[in-house]
């Protein structure tokens, strides 16, 4: 696993892929050419955050306490608030979000119904672990937008996601409780690949050489769902 | 009913009551002793704005179309900065949120529950009205706030609510259909009472002669509520 330590700003809970290497780990895989076209990247990115949205604003619903639920209701305004500048960058190109949003819905709302789990720990693991792998894949694809679309959006992906608040429930209900920490293990196993298949959805062209291509951003995206999974002390 | 034409700024959903009458109008009733101390204020406004958030996420989960919950999502975008904008005030104040919030939750909790509605045009009828009356109440007793809080407060919840997307699916909905347009208007004729005894209920003396000089006060908030639903084409 590569060291970390030392690079990590100090309130945020998730690595970001782009903060993550040390100088001599990798060459970056060259993936721009599968990025989609803008508009549908948006549109998924924008769908995807609004799912998170609607995850996170049901677990305040549900929350045990109310500072758990002040906590949850900061993270659904983090995801909000990036579903709301993705849904900026359609209107500015021209598009109409309820529009390009469409197409990618039953697919999504699938895999969020799928990953909406039986209590709420599976839901909050779900909106930590699922939030922070397709954060991750949308920044990493965000390389491949044309002009300064990209950087914008990978910078509005990669601010603070709030969800300090869900490593905390997590953790402390984990520690507490060893029938959790083995159920939820299975959980977060489960949703990576779930994860992974909405990742593999986003980007157009499966030929060999993009499949062969996009394996070590998988491989990345893996590992850091891995660092996510042992923060929490469950096995991934 | 006072005219307001040519007074209302162009994107405004609600007429404030701040922005609201002729100048022949009224004395202003001072009613700045009947104010809570400011921590019970601003727990009882945000939790309250806590909820609405929470009613309108709710609403965008169970929208019938992709625009109404884009829609949806800013208005409960704006609920919630109201919200952690009051959570700021109760902080900078020293106050711990969900310490100083939780007295009130149980009677905020019974009143949402109870006025959630049958279905999503009642759910949205009770974020609309309950959300505008209360939002005008507690500006009006922000005026008894001390220092510079009552002002920075009432600038808060005087912002656009971003309810222009309700008033538009309940408009369109109500035209389309007559049964529907009279049991919202029971809806709201109901809604109005439960609400505003929860303003009543957010403050603290009830001598007699508070109530007489309250009395003008929940007129004018009868006022607001009368003219949103003559504006849906509900008779109130």
Redesign the interface.
């Known amino acids: 696993m590569i060291s970390w330590i030392g690079r990590r700003p100090l309130r945020s809970e998730i690595p970001r892929l782009k903060a993550r290497g040390t100088p001599k780990a990798t060459k970056k895989v060259d993936i721009s050419d599968l990025t989609p076209e803008a508009l549908p990247y948006l549109a998924q990115a924008a769908y995807f955050e609004?799912g998170v949205?609607?995850s996170l604003?049901?677990a305040?619903?549900t929350a045990p306490?109310?500072?758990a639920?002040?906590g949850l209701?900061?993270a659904?305004?983090r995801a909000?608030?990036k579903?709301?500048g993705l849904?900026n960058e359609i209107r500015r190109r021209g598009g109409e979000?309820?529009v390009v949003?469409?197409p990618f819905?039953p697919a999504l709302d699938h895999y969020r119904q799928k990953t909406t789990g039986a209590d709420w720990y599976e839901l909050l693991l779900s909106c930590y672990l699922a939030g922070g792998l397709l954060d991750d894949f949308f920044i990493r694809l965000a390389d491949g937008l044309p002009g300064d679309v990209g950087p914008r959006v990978a910078q509005l992906l990669g601010e603070d996601a709030g969800t300090d608040v869900l490593v905390h429930e997590l953790a402390a209900a984990i520690a507490a409780d060893p029938t959790l920490a083995s159920r939820l293990a299975m959980w977060g196993r489960r949703l990576v690949g779930d994860t992974l298949l909405v990742a593999r959805s986003a980007m157009p062209l499966q030929t060999a050489s993009g499949e062969s291509r996009i394996e070590p951003v998988f491989t990345e995206l893996i590992a850091a769902h891995t660092r996510r999974m042992d923060g929490l002390g469950l096995t991934a």
Chains 1, 2 share one sequence.
Request: proline letters at 4%; glycine letters at 4%.
């Open positions: 609004l949205f609607e604003a049901s305040v619903s306490n109310l500072a639920r002040e209701s900061a659904a305004g909000l608030s579903h709301h849904i979000p309820a949003m469409a819905a």
